[in-house]
């Protein structure tokens, strides 16, 4: 009888997630991934001892880099933002003259300044080959995406592995278009969401009892404390060990210990680094009317305004927010079909079924905690919007960002009750959650990023 575990999914998404990474990393033209220019400067000033970026002006945060990153990233400025403009050979010659050893610059990357080394390793390694081979700016980067992808799949497949029931859900979050194009890209989330499930699979195996929970208790924290330092306002995540009834308060507050202290001291460690983000990216933004400082004093003197606001934007973008989510790629420019957004929702709820637990699922107290620090990461993801990219007092919070709600996504996960579903139910729903993406999902990708970029 077909196995439903982890051990199937784990060897399903390391086979058909490398062809789609390796795909897509090479189908998808330079810098069209979100921020891309930005995470390529900070893997190159990783790989170059910058291992914390340097404030270079009141609104300004990056560092030293090569020239000619920016040099190619320029070349595609006409693309980004206008679906109506495509991809033009003229375009990838004039990316890929720029080539290695130009000028040291002092570059600005606010966005991507204060992000922690960890996940931008494979990244820089690429990076480092590149320059030792001689390749152009563009050929590193689609080394880069690619040895990023590799390694993102990787790990993502161990953490199915280890995930057992729960293996279903991971997988089908993982192979959502927005989650598996960032895994084919430069950008930090390609490990985080990897880092993410792999906490996640280790969670599973500590509220279950399965295996050792030392093991399973410091490999949940620590990939937890990763991905948090890395997106702190999922810190909300780190009331996840709480929820480990069969371990003493002690042992779950370490957890939550480790999780907190790695993230504030990241914090500390990069403060003189950080600048409020849209005074960075956008020059024309008035300082009078954006501010880190004036934000949360308006929040906390105005708390039902900030509610408010707060009840507006989902309401007003709540399903695009969904939408972007499942399924939104490069400069928010490359979308799906609407039938795909309800089909891979149907398909999320039985990837749903499928995970619940073959025996005791968490305990209600359990539920209760992670449910909590899921959605008190959504609202935090949020606030964290208001403060960085909305004017002081608005009644919309700008900038909020389907992508930000993957690794939520994936502890949501988490909180399927116990229910004894008989073999002859549960295979068909495993199944099914294992051919949607290579039936459905791959070779649409494929087929809406050509038509966005290549196809007139």
């Known amino acids: 009888m077909f196995p439903v575990d982890g051990r199937v999914f784990g060897f399903v998404y390391g086979l058909v997630g490398l062809a789609a990474v390796i795909a897509i990393a090479l189908l998808m033209p330079p810098h069209m991934n979100p921020d891309e220019g930005a995470h390529f400067n900070r893997a190159y000033q990783i790989?170059?001892?910058?291992?914390?970026?340097?404030?270079?002006?009141?609104?300004l945060a990056g560092g030293k880099v090569d020239r000619a990153i920016n040099e190619s990233n320029y070349a595609m400025r006409d693309v980004p933002g206008r679906p109506q403009n495509k991809v033009t050979e003229a375009m990838i010659d004039e990316a890929e003259v720029a080539t290695w050893g130009k000028d040291m610059s002092r570059e600005a990357f606010?966005?991507?300044?204060?992000?922690?080394?960890?996940?931008?390793l494979p990244s820089t390694v690429g990076i480092l080959i590149g320059r030792g081979l001689d390749l152009s700016i563009?050929?590193?980067?689609?080394?880069?995406?690619?040895?990023?992808?590799?390694?993102?799949?990787?790990?993502?497949?161990?953490?199915?592995?280890l995930a057992g029931s729960a293996a279903p859900w991971l997988f089908a979050v993982l192979m959502l278009p927005t989650a598996l194009s960032l895994s084919a890209s430069v950008s930090q989330e390609a490990l985080?969401?990897?880092?993410?499930?792999?906490?996640?699979a280790f969670a599973v195996r500590l509220f279950s009892g399965n295996g050792s929970s030392r093991v399973n208790l410091y490999g949940a924290a620590l990939s937890l404390a990763l991905v948090v330092m890395a997106r702190p306002p999922l810190i909300g995540l780190a009331l996840v060990p709480l929820a480990a009834s069969r371990l003493s308060w002690r042992e779950r507050l370490i957890g939550t210990a480790i999780i907190v202290v790695g993230t504030a001291a990241w914090l500390l460690l990069t403060s003189r680094?950080?600048?409020?983000?849209?005074?960075?990216?956008d020059s024309s933004a008035n300082p009078a009317e954006f501010g880190t400082a004036g934000?949360?004093?308006?929040?906390?003197?105005?708390?039902i305004a900030t509610a408010s606001a707060f009840i507006k934007t989902v309401q007003l973008y709540g399903v695009s927010v969904y939408d972007a989510f499942v399924g939104e790629l490069g400069w928010s420019d490359v979308l799906f079909p609407s039938w795909y957004y309800t089909l891979a929702t149907a398909m999320l709820a039985v990837a749903f079924l499928a995970s619940l637990p073959l025996q005791d699922g968490v305990r209600l107290f359990g539920a209760a905690v992670i449910l909590l620090g899921v959605f008190g990461a959504g609202v935090a993801i949020y606030v964290a919007q208001y403060v960085a990219w909305s004017p002081i007092g608005s009644d919309i919070m700008h900038g909020v960002q389907g992508r930000y709600f993957v690794v939520p996504a994936l502890f949501f996960g988490l909180l399927g009750p116990g229910l004894r579903f008989p073999t002859i139910l549960r295979v068909p729903l495993a199944l099914a959650t294992l051919a949607f993406p290579i039936v459905v999902t791959l070779p649409l990708m494929i087929r809406v990023i050509a038509h966005r970029y290549f196809m007139s």
């Open 47 to 59: 790989g170059h001892g910058g291992i914390i970026a340097q404030r270079l002006s009141e609104r």
């Open 110 to 120: 606010a966005n991507t300044a204060v992000y922690p080394p960890f996940f931008y």
């Open 138 to 161: 563009v050929s590193t980067l689609y080394l880069s995406r690619a040895l990023t992808g590799v390694v993102a799949v990787a790990i993502g497949s161990v953490a199915l592995t």
């Open 192 to 200: 985080m969401h990897g880092f993410a499930a792999l906490a996640c």
């Open 273 to 281: 680094a950080f600048v409020h983000p849209r005074l960075a990216l």
């Open 295 to 303: 934000q949360i004093d308006f929040m906390f003197t105005h708390p």
